[in-house]
């Protein structure tokens, strides 16, 4: 069963990076059928999209975060990652890994999330 | 981006009472392909979300008959026929017509 879970720092001071990891079940993120995406939750605000990548390395970006955005993706260690850059409090959010159902030849919706990890923008 | 306005913000629901949360888009959700790409999600508490209903009113496998889904173009009802007390949770509507794929505010939802 395929299982995703969310890695990285909990506090993150403002100006700096946040990287976050996901780790995808041995043998299940290159397919062609699923992208990996990343989603969070701002308090007060609901859910938003940040972005996603495929396998082979394709990417979108959510252009409201574009600008300090990174994805990448390592088959070899099940993972895939992101990188905010300049961040502030206004960043604070629990932070979602997702997978893309893409199995009907389109992109449709996010059929499997992480538990969601809490990071903290404050100094 | 494409806004998607939930009403209510909250719900609290009598047990075997039923339950209706509406959803409305700014743009309509009909795509080219002939389907409508709006999505229910249902998150319970200290848990992610997992999709509940797709295309409108398709209901994933697993997902109890009491919930139903309705609609067309840009407004959406999620329902839920005789709620129960596992049912409490916060409720998301999503749009994946074009991207980036918004949500709604979400509607939570308490029983009595």
């Known amino acids: 069963q395929v299982q995703l879970q969310e890695s990285g720092p909990g506090l993150v001071r403002p100006l700096q990076t946040l990287s976050l990891a996901c780790t995808v079940s041995?043998?299940?993120?290159?397919?062609?059928?699923?992208?990996w995406s990343w989603i969070r939750h701002l308090p007060g605000k609901g859910l938003q999209f940040i972005a996603y990548?495929?396998?082979?390395?394709?990417?979108y970006y959510n252009p409201s975060l574009k600008s300090r955005l990174s994805i990448s993706v390592d088959t070899s260690k099940n993972q895939f990652s992101l990188d905010l850059r300049s961040v502030t409090a206004a960043d604070t959010a629990v932070y979602y890994c997702?997978?893309?159902?893409?199995?009907?030849?389109?992109?449709?919706?996010?059929?499997?999330w992480g538990l969601g990890t809490l990071v903290t923008v404050s100094s | 981006d494409i806004g998607m306005t939930q009403t209510p913000l909250s719900l609290s629901v009598t047990p075997g009472q039923p339950a209706s949360i509406s959803c409305r888009s700014r743009?309509?959700?009909?795509?080219?392909?002939?389907?409508?790409?709006l999505y229910w999600y249902f998150q319970k508490p200290g848990q992610s979300p997992q999709p509940l209903i797709y295309?409108?009113?398709k209901r994933f496998s697993g997902v109890p008959e009491r919930f139903s889904g309705s609609g067309s173009g840009r407004d959406f009802t999620l329902e839920i026929s005789r709620v129960e007390a596992e049912d409490v949770g916060i409720y998301y509507c999503?749009?994946?017509?074009?991207?980036?794929?918004?949500f709604g505010q979400g509607t939570k939802v308490e029983v009595k």
């Open positions: 295309e409108v009113s």
């Open positions: 990548i495929s396998h082979s390395g394709n990417t």
């Open positions: 997702a997978r893309e159902d893409c199995t009907s030849g389109t992109c449709s919706h996010f059929d499997l």
């Open positions: 999503m749009q994946s017509v074009d991207v980036p794929w918004t």
């Open positions: 041995p043998g299940f993120i290159s397919t062609p059928d699923y992208y």
């Open positions: 743009q309509s959700l009909l795509h080219t392909d002939g389907k409508t790409y």
